[in-house]
């Protein structure tokens, strides 16, 4: 760039244009002079100062919210997201079409964990929703119904909790287990009524998960997706027990437990950024391409195709949980699985920053 | 329990509409209609290409967030087709209505469900690209989409195409990708438990049910081997129906 601006420098002044200005005036351009510099020992750079491969450290802070069950703070870059978890207690009396659980409060096999998978899904144990503040970013405007993108970025952090199986189902149950009368003197009938008296689920807790964009600047599934789970993971729930009495869910003060939670997904998200903007649509042969990791918002509006993908490598072997790629031709197969090795380095980054 | 049939599509079933196309497969009907070029809103004009405007309607009830996403992919994947830049400051727009849609009887169908639902892409995807066609939409090229699931079935993970609803309930991971006709990899939603090698192998089928290369017509060879059953060949479908409808509609001459 400083060939450029020098080059129609001194004459006429007023044609000079600071770099900032020339960025906003015609941002495909410029974003392209930086990524092809003239002299091939010069890296190629983005506008942000960042290599087309680095994307920005995530900050994670957890436990800010106090009126939340468990709440986090995410930071990459200007992009700043706030998470709040609130248990909301379900009677399943409130349920419509609910099946009694013919399980008991000790399985711990794979039929139950499928169970429990199902009861997420079916009775909305889950909730996220994302809400886009008015000023995150000058596109936002107040007193609008929820943007697309907030609707999709919903749907999208909907589909994972369900589809990565983040929480365990098992541990949003309220069992109780009818007490015996003592009084019944015969044996035959005390028997009996044991074997009636089966613990049964009467409550379920509902996860509230609400996120806030504070601030906007590109990649939010990525930072939303890394505070859903920072909040989920902090999140603690009061003890709950069934009063026959009252007929009712009580909760106990202290002794909050901590949900289960498994795995780490990691998603990690990239734009392309093409050479030719407004070419004409060919085979794209020709046509350089440069993936950049973990977008701006600048760089979001220059590029069409995305990808997203979430991983997981707590166990030995990479698990992949959702791979998202759409508006392009450019990234086939081998750019997919080498991508995936890239996300694999996102994930030991965003696992430091949680610090577990 | 899946039900396998043959993809089957109507071209030109809406009078009023420039293009629209129904189109039933794996227990899914969708109807589209195609406008286009049209006068663009003012917010959605652009000034260098056409706006192409994606509308998802469900079988029953409003479209929610999870309808937006869907026509947020949609939208994504179709602007690569068509030919926007040649018509700057219009707008394309596509209406998919969604006819019917399999019951899973394992569970209580709730109107209002926020997941992505995988099984229907194919067919919103599909019927899209038909009525672009039927509506002569300029389009660099044609494009089919595939659903795949991988399910566990007594230890062995088996790769089902176009899963039935219980397939994708049990399913370890689904899958959905779509290909141009230059075999370039347009659109790739996967979602589950997986890993690089599934996913690869569930790139090869749905490779083949999207991009199989045209039987030759030489010698014997062309339909009758049978190693290639493994779901529809959608290409070719595509082909031979816009090839009878032309022939039906230049009946006359």
Known sequence: MATATSSTGAPPPSLTFARPVFAKLSPHPYLLRTLSPDSP????????????????????????????????????GDTTVICGVRGELLPVTSIPQFRPHNGTLYDQDEDDEQRARKELRD???????????????????????????????????????????????????IW????????????????????????????????????????????????????????????????????PDREMVVCRKGGDKGLDIRGLPVACSAAVFLEKEHAEVGKGEGNRHWVLLDPDRSEEG?????????????????????????????????????????AEGRWREVKEATGI | MTVTTAPEAALGVLPRAD?????????????????????????????????????????????????????????????????????????????LQVEDAPENDYVNTKLVQASLNFAIMPALFQTSVLALLSAGVPMRATATATAVAIVSRDGTKTSVVDPSPRDVEIARSVHVLAFT??????????????????????????KDVCCRPVPTKEGME??????????????????STMENKVASDLHWK
């Open chain 1, 41 to 76: 020992d010069q890296q190629p750079t983005r506008n942000n100062g960042r290599s087309p491969q680095q994307s920005r450290p995530i900050q994670i802070n957890t436990s800010s919210l106090s009126q939340a069950h468990g709440s986090s703070l995410v930071r990459t």
């Open chain 1, 123 to 173: 009775y909305d144990l889950l909730v996220p929703n994302i809400e886009l503040a008015t000023g995150c970013a000058p596109q936002f405007l107040p007193g609008v119904p929820p943007t697309t993108l907030a609707q999709t970025l919903s749907t999208r952090v909907y589909s994972l909790l369900h589809g990565a199986g983040v929480v365990d189902g098992r541990g949003l149950r």
């Open chain 1, 176 to 243: 109780y287990t009818p007490e015996n009368k003592k009084e019944e003197g015969d044996m035959d009938v005390k028997e009996e009524q044991e074997e009636e008296q089966k613990p049964e689920v009467v409550a379920y807790w509902v996860l509230y998960i609400d996120l806030l964009f504070v601030s906007f600047d590109g990649n939010p599934f990525d930072a939303a997706w890394a505070a859903v789970l920072a909040a989920l993971r902090d999140t603690k729930l009061p003890v709950a027990r069934w009063d």
């Open chain 1, 302 to 342: 220059l590029c069409k195709e995305v990808i997203t993908v979430v991983v997981d490598c707590s166990e030995e072997e990479t698990r992949v949980r959702s791979i998202e790629k759409q508006g392009g031709t450019v990234l086939g197969r081998e750019l997919i699985r080498g991508f995936i090795g890239v």
């Open chain 2, 19 to 95: 293009g629209s196309a129904k189109y039933s497969h794996a227990g899914y009907t969708v109807t589209a209609s195609v406008n286009g070029p049209i006068e663009a809103q003012r917010r959605d004009e652009h000034p260098y290409e056409a706006h192409v405007d994606v509308i998802v309607r469900p079988a029953a009830g409003v479209g929610g967030t999870r309808e937006r996403h869907l026509e947020s992919i949609l939208q994504s994947s179709l602007t690569q087709i068509v030919l926007v830049k040649n018509f700057p400051r219009s707008l394309v727009q596509i209406v």
């Open chain 2, 181 to 206: 006709s230059h075999d370039e990899l347009l659109l790739a939603e996967s979602e589950g438990d997986f890993t690089v090698q599934e996913w690869n192998h569930v790139y090869e089928t749905a």
């Open chain 2, 222 to 239: 062309m339909i009758l081997d049978d190693e290639h059953t493994n779901g529809p060949d959608l290409r070719h479908f595509l082909r």
